[in-house]
């Protein structure tokens, strides 16, 4: 990390300490192999619902062209921290670049905010698959479907883009220690060499929107599938229409779950370890356990699963 001074010899940082998980080289070494474990697993689970998909003519639908770049997004959402995070268990000085922290910290916003919309976007789906059987066809075609998608993509990306290069147009001073195993805002917000309330204030007004506006969104659509559902005369029938957006529920409560533990109340009010428990845990585990639940809880993807893997 290249330290230059000013003329009032303050100390301007050009790269960041990451602490990680501090622990003892073996623990270190510990940490590498279970997360490179999850990492793996993480690649080849999600890896395998985009081959399934692409693979099998019969989830050539809306619900699973979706899925398919959902699980392309979680592979580069986790790929977005976690493969710093193994190369910095294994080294001693754990430093990262002023340019490396930016990107990573671009790069992780804009994955999780597409997250969010694309989550939204699947519950719109599930909303007229089940609201509307029988126009779905004709409303869901595969011309809405792939604008839906690039809008995800591109407001994704877009989002934060302004923001993050105001951020990194600002000079850093101190430590430049980082408490996280990646580059958060407020660790980083908290190294300028003067406060920037105004840019404080449009970064915390504009992180929860991407949040926040699909959530209240997504819980919208399922309000109306519930009444839907619950409109059904046969117990049978409910149980079919609430299968298909089981799997989709269970994946919205795990992130949502873990975000809104992060970022729904002060950052200050977390300290250090739990904000990393709960980061990881929506950045690298739930990646993770997608796959598992949508191959779990729908019969159609554990068939074509089942073949593929069998080629």
Same mark, same amino acid.
């Given at each position: 990390?290249?330290?230059?001074?000013?003329?009032?010899?303050?100390? &301007? &940082?050009?790269?960041?300490?990451? $602490?990680?998980? #501090?622990?003892?080289?073996?623990?270190?070494?510990?940490? @590498?192999?279970? @997360?490179?474990?999850?990492?793996?697993?993480?690649?080849?689970?999600?890896?395998?619902?985009?081959?399934?998909?692409?693979?099998?003519?019969?989830?050539?639908?809306?619900?699973? &062209?979706?899925?398919?770049?959902?699980?392309? $997004?979680?592979?580069?959402?986790?790929?977005? =921290?976690?493969?710093?995070?193994?190369?910095? @268990?294994?080294?001693?000085?754990?430093?990262?670049?002023?340019?490396?922290?930016?990107?990573?910290?671009?790069?992780? %916003?804009?994955?999780?905010? =597409?997250? !969010?919309?694309?989550?939204?976007?699947?519950? %719109?789906?599930?909303?007229?698959?089940?609201?509307?059987?029988?126009?779905?066809?004709?409303?869901?075609?595969?011309?809405?479907?792939?604008?839906?998608? =690039?809008?995800?993509?591109?407001?994704? @990306?877009?989002?934060?883009?302004?923001?993050? %290069?105001?951020?990194?147009?600002?000079?850093? !001073?101190?430590?430049?220690?980082?408490?996280?195993?990646?580059?958060?805002?407020? #660790?980083?917000?908290?190294?300028?060499?003067?406060?920037?309330?105004?840019?404080?204030?449009? %970064?915390? =007004?504009?992180?929860?929107?991407?949040?926040?506006? #699909?959530?209240?969104?997504?819980?919208?659509?399922?309000?109306?599938?519930?009444?839907?559902?619950?409109?059904?005369?046969?117990?049978?029938?409910?149980?079919?229409?609430?299968?298909?957006?089981?799997?989709?529920?269970?994946?919205?409560?795990?992130?949502?779950?873990?975000?809104?533990?992060?970022?729904?109340?002060?950052?200050?009010?977390?300290?250090?370890?739990?904000?990393?428990?709960?980061? $990881?845990?929506?950045?690298?585990?739930?990646?993770?356990?997608? #796959?598992?639940?949508?191959?779990?809880?729908?019969?159609?993807?554990?068939?074509?699963?089942?073949?593929?893997?069998?080629?």
């Amino acid at each position: 990390m290249k330290i230059s001074n000013t003329f009032n010899n303050s100390s &301007i &940082i050009t790269g960041f300490i990451l $602490l990680g998980f #501090p622990c003892p080289r073996e623990g270190q070494i510990l940490l @590498f192999v279970l @997360f490179s474990a999850v990492y793996l697993l993480t690649l080849i689970g999600n890896g395998s619902i985009i081959c399934a998909v692409c693979w099998d003519q019969s989830l050539h639908t809306p619900m699973y &062209i979706l899925l398919a770049n959902f699980s392309f $997004l979680e592979i580069w959402y986790v790929t977005s =921290t976690v493969p710093n995070m193994l190369a910095n @268990f294994l080294s001693d000085k754990q430093l990262i670049s002023f340019s490396g922290c930016f990107l990573q910290f671009y790069f992780f %916003f804009s994955l999780g905010s =597409t997250e !969010c919309f694309f989550l939204a976007v699947m519950a %719109f789906d599930r909303y007229l698959a089940i609201c509307w059987p029988l126009h779905y066809p004709t409303l869901m075609t595969g011309r809405l479907c792939a604008n839906l998608i =690039t809008s995800c993509w591109v407001l994704g @990306f877009l989002w934060f883009l302004i923001p993050i %290069f105001i951020i990194s147009q600002m000079s850093f !001073c101190g430590s430049g220690i980082i408490d996280h195993f990646l580059c958060d805002p407020g #660790p980083l917000l908290a190294l300028t060499c003067e406060k920037a309330p105004v840019m404080e204030l449009v %970064f915390s =007004t504009l992180s929860p929107v991407p949040l926040i506006v #699909p959530f209240l969104f997504i819980m919208g659509s399922y309000v109306l599938v519930l009444r839907a559902v619950l409109k059904v005369p046969s117990a049978a029938g409910r149980k079919k229409a609430f299968s298909t957006c089981g799997s989709h529920l269970a994946v919205v409560s795990l992130f949502y779950g873990s975000v809104l533990v992060m970022y729904g109340s002060p950052t200050s009010e977390h300290e250090a370890g739990m904000q990393k428990i709960v980061t $990881l845990f929506y950045s690298a585990v739930t990646p993770l356990l997608n #796959p598992v639940i949508y191959s779990l809880r729908n019969k159609d993807m554990k068939k074509a699963l089942q073949k593929f893997l069998r080629l």
